[in-house]
């Protein structure tokens, strides 16, 4: 089975411009997460959907941040517009609704990404 | 609010040396579940291992090991004979258990093993 997949991988993207993040989660799972990593916070979950609802956004950092997920195989995380802050690694997981791995989320590769 | 504890940033062992990394945490939920995750240097989040709350016996898979006490809320980690392939940066993770709804993840700040040949 492919498991979660993110992109694109890398993004190198000037401040100012608009820098989408594009998810695949696993198929069957029903929650998905968009965290993000830096040096200076670590992981952090930034927003999470359950059945295609946003149900806690309150770790988006500020409104130039939205994440959609129109269908159960695909989300979105925008930034409009970056700013060089922003510069981290994305990543996505998806967690199964039943079976042994019920509660274990699954991670994407990550999405590295690059403000100047 | 859920908090945990990694307060080891940096560990250096040479090789075949046995190692452990301590997590601590709290939370005020009941039933929880605690994670471990391998972050080696190419970058993915590697999971390593799940513990639910109402389950204490320790755990052990080839060279790693799992020390969970509740009494002192933390879920440590033992490598024995490290290994150059074992250079990584290890996440312990806390989420809530049904009750709590969400099952979102928070992680320790991470500890960066190297192991030296």
């Known amino acids: 089975d492919a498991g979660v997949i993110q992109s694109p991988r890398h993004e190198v993207t000037e401040m100012g411009q608009e820098v989408t993040l594009r998810c695949k989660p696993i198929s069957g799972h029903n929650s998905l997460f968009w965290y993000r990593q830096t040096m200076m916070r670590g992981l952090e979950l930034l927003i999470y959907f359950n059945n295609n609802v946003p149900i806690d956004d309150s770790g988006m950092p500020e409104d130039r941040f939205s994440a959609k997920m129109p269908n159960a195989s695909f989300s979105t995380l925008k930034i409009q517009p970056s700013e060089p802050r922003d510069s981290a690694v994305y990543f996505c997981?998806?967690?199964?609704?039943?079976?042994?791995?019920?509660?274990?989320?699954?991670f994407g590769p990550g999405t590295r990404l690059t403000v100047l | 609010a859920q908090k945990v504890t990694q307060a080891q940033t940096e560990i250096s062992v040479v090789e075949k040396e046995d190692v452990t990394l301590d997590c601590v945490y709290e939370?005020?939920?009941?039933?929880?579940?605690l994670f471990w995750y391998k972050q080696p240097p190419s970058g993915e989040l590697v999971f390593l291992i799940r513990?639910?709350?109402?389950?204490?016996q320790n755990e052990i898979s080839g060279r790693y090991s799992w020390n969970f006490q509740k009494s002192t809320s933390s879920f440590n980690f033992t490598i024995t004979a490290s290994q150059v392939v074992d250079s990584a940066v290890y996440f312990c993770a806390l989420s809530g258990g049904p009750g709590a709804g969400s099952y979102q993840l928070t992680f320790g700040k991470g500890t960066k093993l190297s192991v030296i040949p």
């Open positions: 997981a998806s967690r199964p609704v039943r079976g042994s791995s019920y509660n274990e989320q699954f």
């Open positions: 939370t005020r939920d009941t039933t929880y579940y």
């Open positions: 513990r639910n709350s109402f389950d204490e």
